[in-house]
């Protein structure tokens, strides 16, 4: 998803990709699903709009990034809605049968005629706003401009409440803007700092991925092991928001985070602090929620226990892409395989060590 480009023929300044999208959709969900239930007392499921929001675009693996102008031609539209919806469905086609009930909703039926399907194209059109608002403050008279203006009045008259609440929170709420900021530049949080990269990363893209791989992993729980008990809104949320404090203090090389034991907790501390008061700048019928996402995000509760594998998973397949060409990875591999074998012994965690990353591993040396 990271190599699937957004807007690249209008030269933004900031560069924008189909995962840090799918992030941002993701995290922008959550807040909905937070106005849609609290605010508003809509009867829908938070997990079924967060799923959509995050795999929505999953399909441009496939079919790459196509313009909007390309899609909602009139002689090309039907094409592309069949080709897209035969993508969507060869993906699920490679999950288990198990799983693909639950993730042809989250990707085939993304973006259908449902409240939440509706819902997610409008999601999908909020962030596109917000990003062409950033470029719009740096390129003054461009095409982002012009876009912005036409993105927020259409956003104006959506049909859903809680978009046209988000809207007005964007442009007269100190806290929901900055928070909003927070997500959209989450994208400019190098990780892997200090290290010699040939696959580059954020936090942006790593946190599309930990939530995907989270939502992989709490429904194979959920569906082929019987751990009726996993909360997936919770899960969700998260996994989406775990490291949205990075935004104030940074990506800090994990090293230097466990040096001591000392160490390591100040950091714990600091961080829940930087979470804390960004939540409690939030409205106060969001905190509750957010307060477990942001500050509890790994917390001892089995969705915590499931957030800091997939953390720690993504890891280990971003050590697993670079050693193959990056020797100074090898060492960083080990490591990661070694802790989880020890630590861990979710059902998931074996599955995806005797089968995922057996292929992964296999494709990779392969070719």
């Not at 539209?77 to 469905?89: A, D, G, R, T, Y």
Request: hydrophobic share 40%; aromatic share 10%.
């Amino acid at each position: 998803m990271q190599y699937v480009s957004r807007w690249q023929e209008f030269s933004p300044r900031y560069r924008d990709n189909a995962a840090s999208h799918s992030f941002r959709c993701g995290a922008i969900a959550v807040l909905i699903s937070i106005i849609e239930c609290r605010l508003y007392h809509k009867p829908i499921l938070p997990s079924e709009l967060i799923g959509k929001a995050l795999l929505h675009d999953l399909n441009e693996t496939v079919t790459g990034s196509i313009k909007y102008v390309t899609k909602k031609e009139q002689t090309l539209s039907p094409h592309i809605q069949k080709l897209e919806n035969e993508v969507n469905k060869e993906l699920v086609a490679y999950l288990s049968k198990s799983l693909q009930p639950s993730f042809t909703e989250y990707i085939v039926h993304a973006e259908d005629d449902s409240y939440t399907g509706k819902l997610v194209k409008a999601i999908d059109s909020f962030d596109a706003m917000l990003f062409c608002k950033r470029e719009s403050n740096l390129q003054h008279q461009s095409y982002f401009t012009e876009k912005f203006e036409q993105l927020r009045n259409s956003l104006m008259n959506s049909e859903f409440e809680s978009i046209r609440w988000l809207l007005l929170a964007l442009e007269q709420d100190q806290g929901i803007a900055q928070f909003l900021d927070y997500i959209l530049n989450l994208d400019l949080i190098d990780r892997w700092g200090g290290s010699f990269n040939l696959i580059p990363d954020n936090d942006a893209t790593h946190s599309f991925r930990v939530a995907a791989l989270c939502l992989f992993h709490a429904h194979l729980e959920k569906e082929k092991y019987n751990q009726e008990q996993i909360n997936m809104y919770a899960i969700l949320g998260k996994s989406i928001m775990h490291d949205v404090v990075e935004g104030v203090s940074g990506d800090v090389a994990s090293p230097i985070k466990r040096s001591s034991i000392e160490i390591k907790q100040a950091f714990i501390n600091y961080e829940q602090q930087v979470a804390r008061d960004m939540v409690s700048n939030l409205p106060a019928f969001m905190q509750e929620d957010m307060m477990d996402f942001l500050v509890h995000a790994k917390d001892d509760s089995y969705e915590g226990m499931l957030v800091d594998i997939a953390d720690k998973l993504d890891a280990l397949i971003k050590s697993n892409l670079e050693m193959r060409n990056n020797p100074h990875y090898v060492s960083k591999y080990e490591q990661q395989l070694t802790h989880i074998q020890h630590h861990y012994e979710n059902p998931s965690v074996i599955f995806f060590l005797a089968y995922i990353l057996h292929d992964i591993t296999y494709d990779h040396f392969m070719r």
